[in-house]
């Protein structure tokens, strides 16, 4: 079975940075792309980016260019989101999500709130 | 960006039938995809590829178009499919989401 496992939740302050992860089971890693969207309360989902597991080559939305930075550790199967500079605009719901060929996303993490806050 | 519209809600009896509509500011083949969320719960894939049926989700659901005019089916609905639904494109970099169709069961 496919799972994605996402860390907990984040009360972060205003300019700092967060590191979220996303560590997977069930399927061969390094054979997919994984994503990371955003989501914040009551609105849309924008996609943020995409990292291949299997040699860490990265693809990102330009909107989020300098605010996210996404990495992998094949060892462990865990996708990473750096994310910088946080502001309140930052606050929001993070996924990250499985890619299946023609870049929909198939398998979905639980989701971790990033509340940035002084 | 690719902008997709969808209609921001609507509200069926069960048993109903029930069509969600996308539409793209520009074409996007046949690359659109649907989901459906549940409040404080992360999307679930229904359909690729504008009209494949994901694994284990009920033949009630149904997707058709190409180019620039999707529809998401729900026939016939259940109380279960109280839900926000979202189109999502991947033609066009960046890939894009609608902004959801909130449906509500009367």
């Known amino acids: 079975e496919v799972q994605l496992q996402q860390s907990g939740a984040e009360l972060v302050k205003p300019g700092a940075s967060v590191k979220l992860s996303c560590k997977t089971s069930?399927?061969?890693?390094?054979?997919?792309?994984m994503s990371w969207l955003k989501q914040m309360p009551g609105q849309n989902i924008e996609w943020i980016g995409n990292?291949?597991?299997?040699?860490?080559?990265?693809g990102y939305n330009q909107k989020f260019k300098g605010k996210a930075t996404l990495t992998v550790d094949k060892s462990s199967s865990t996708a990473y989101m750096d994310l910088s500079s946080l502001t309140s605009e930052d606050s929001a719901v993070y996924f990250c999500?499985?890619?299946?060929?023609?870049?929909?996303?198939?398998?979905w993490g639980q989701g971790v709130m990033v509340t940035v806050s002084s | 960006d690719t902008v997709l519209t969808q209609s921001p809600a609507l509200a069926v009896s069960p048993g109903e039938r029930v069509t969600i509509s996308c539409r793209a500011s520009?074409?996007?083949?046949?690359?659109m995809h649907w989901y459906q969320q549940k409040p404080g719960q992360q999307p679930t894939l229904l359909i690729y590829?504008?009209?494949n049926l994901e694994s284990g989700v009920p033949a009630r659901f149904s997707g058709s178009g190409s180019g620039t005019d999707f529809t998401l089916t729900i026939d016939p609905v259940e109380a279960d499919d109280t839900a926000t639904y979202y189109c999502?494109?991947?033609?066009?970099?960046?890939?894009?989401f609608g902004a959801g169709t909130k449906l509500e069961l009367k």
């Open positions: 069930g399927y061969t890693f390094s054979n997919y792309y």
């Open positions: 590829l504008a009209s």
């Open positions: 999502q494109q991947s033609w066009n970099d960046p890939n894009t």
């Open positions: 999500a499985r890619v299946y060929t023609t870049d929909y996303f198939d398998y």
């Open positions: 520009e074409s996007v083949s046949t690359l």
């Open positions: 990292i291949y597991g299997g040699n860490g080559g990265t």
